[in-house]
């Protein structure tokens, strides 16, 4: 792959004359290796079923996707970043699951004037003060969805709530999103090591002690699985209600199925998209991807597949002038693109202003466990940061 | 109730301890009789816990599975020894270092081959996955008290095998002067060959006894293997005693940090500040008490005879 690349590269700046580009470099930051990789894989596959879906084209410009990864450490993450901007020299740089990845491998693109889009990590930092106007965000900041899971335990009328995260950048941001609309009492909180600490037994017998009404977590990959399991070998499931932000998803139910785990299913979580989620551009989205790969797609490859259809109705508008940054910048701020999630605009941050919707574990008609969309929560919202920042 | 939740960390701190126990024991013998700093042990661990969750699925019975995987571990360190490490006995530590961390790389690669990115999770039998309620009103889940059990088995029988077995005392006298056992006529490539087997095993048994905990996965041996070499330093390199009661109080430390110190910071700063300050100085609490055995008793705890 590294080689392949290498070699278009340099045949490509023997053959043509430097001003003219007749394809697109897409850096693409994600994780490919260790417990990780499962979400880089998804991503993945999102990104060659979008490239397919445009026949590797994006207006007369054939695509090239040079993958990177991250190993889910964030000084991997930067070096891979430096190879891509400095040695590769890609035309834009996208990606990025993880926010403490994100944030330490911003500036090598941002100093480079090149364009970052991340289609996941939505770090506090780059949303406020931190706010570029060469970096967009395809996903959502960090706080908003935990922001809507508060208004949804507010609905449930839950008083006392133990919330357990992990201790990096995004748990930090998830925390805050929850206090921030949550009217009752936090009556415990746990910050865990991340992404080291697998065992949870020391902060489940707290949570046992503080015998809450709810406990909140944000387990991303493999971490939700085993706190989940571990729960229910506490003997709280079902005791205490658990609700959960990006824990749940297509990647890790298919697993709780495997392992028959039916206490997960009527499960509440909040999110801004779902399989389900009706417009054109989804269906096409989803029934593509099952049928590709077989299973559901998870939230990471609507994002990966909308970050891949943002950048390529970015380029329509440019033609083969894409080495002019402003007007590069200028032609994705537009966002003209179909989204997965129906109607899709920037806020002044670059971050989007979206739907937040609660959704629910369910079985699908052929018995596959999935997540359904049921209420809207929180309507157009925007991140609150964005008023921190002065673009 | 707060002495409820004393006795249940307690017995967070004790299993965790004991984990590590496993793990440790094999990581002793290995540095201290072989000389040989092995990064990969984690990988056994690793190897492990797949090999059961493959098992488990086939079998349908996660006991069958253990005891198929048990062996399986074994070989795959035998073959280790005999294949890659055999050579390097002979070489400096950066040596070891770099050729025993090239086998976690091999090793996660292997894994991702094999099994797939997404890991494995190991089904419990269903009386297995519950609590069960202990003396004065203490929970307590029934695969944690297995764990408890199966470790301090293995434990009692490691001393028996090496306190009272023939092989024990070759170990033994392997740990304490490894020169002079060989010119008594210790066999000691198969020695060597058999502690490291007996180490993977022991490994792999931890990683086995985790995964339907925490699941099995890419990359689980590492962070714990660091957790092992702090217990094999404070213990005394070589010395199974050492390991035993090393593990147990970083087990029983790490727990009751995690459990206990943001209340208890709370009397001397604000709370906000014991928020952040709470979870950063319960992970650095071992390493801490590495600084001081290695500053009072450089030696560790216990080192193994002729050595101290």
Redesign the interface.
Known sequence: MFKTALLAASALALLSSPALAESIKIGFVTTL???G??I??DMRRSVELALINMNLKMGDLDVEVIYGDDE?NPQKGRQVTERLVKQQDVDIVAGYIWSNVLLASANVVLDADKILISSNAGPSQLAGKGCNPNFFNVSWQNDQTPMAMGEVLNQKGVENLYVIAP?YAAGKNMVAGVERTFKGNIVG?????WP?Q??W???L??V??ANPDGVFIFYPA?HG??FI??Y????LFGQIPLYSVFTLDS?SLP?FQ???MEGVLGTIMTQFWAPDLDNEQNNRFVADYRAKYGTYPAFYGAQAYDTMFLIKSAVEQLGTKIHDVDAFRAAIAKADFPSVRGDFAFGNNQFPIQNFYSREVVADADGNWTTSIRDLVLEKNQDPYAAECAM | ??Y??LA??FL?GI??GLLLFLLSAGLTLVFGIMDLVNLAHGSLYMIGAFFAATFTALTGSFLIGVLLALPATLVVGIVVEIVVLRTLYARNHLDHVLATFGLILFF??LV?VVWG???M?I?LPAAL???VSLLFGI?Y????IVIILVSLAVAVGLYFLISRTRIGMLIRAGASNRTMAGALGVNIPRLFTLIFGLGAALAGLAGMM?A????A????GE?ILIFAFVVIVIGGIGSIRGALVGALLIGIID?MG??FLDVLLLVVISPAAA?TA??ALS?MMIYILMALVLAIRPQGLFPPRGRQ
């Open positions: 290796t260790t417990g990789s499962v880089g894989e889910f201790n909180k746990d910050m865990t090591a080291d697998l065992d037994a020391a902060e017998s707290k046992k002690a493999r699985p085993a399991k571990q229910q070998q506490a003997g990647i697993r495997e392992a028959k | 109730m707060n409820v939740l249940e960390q967070n299993q965790l996660n690669e991702r990115p997404a890991g999770s089904p996955d519950v609590s929970t889940p029934i695969y944690r985790i339907p905990v925490t699941q996965s890419i990359g689980m962070q727990t995690r459990s928020e709470g979870p992970s």
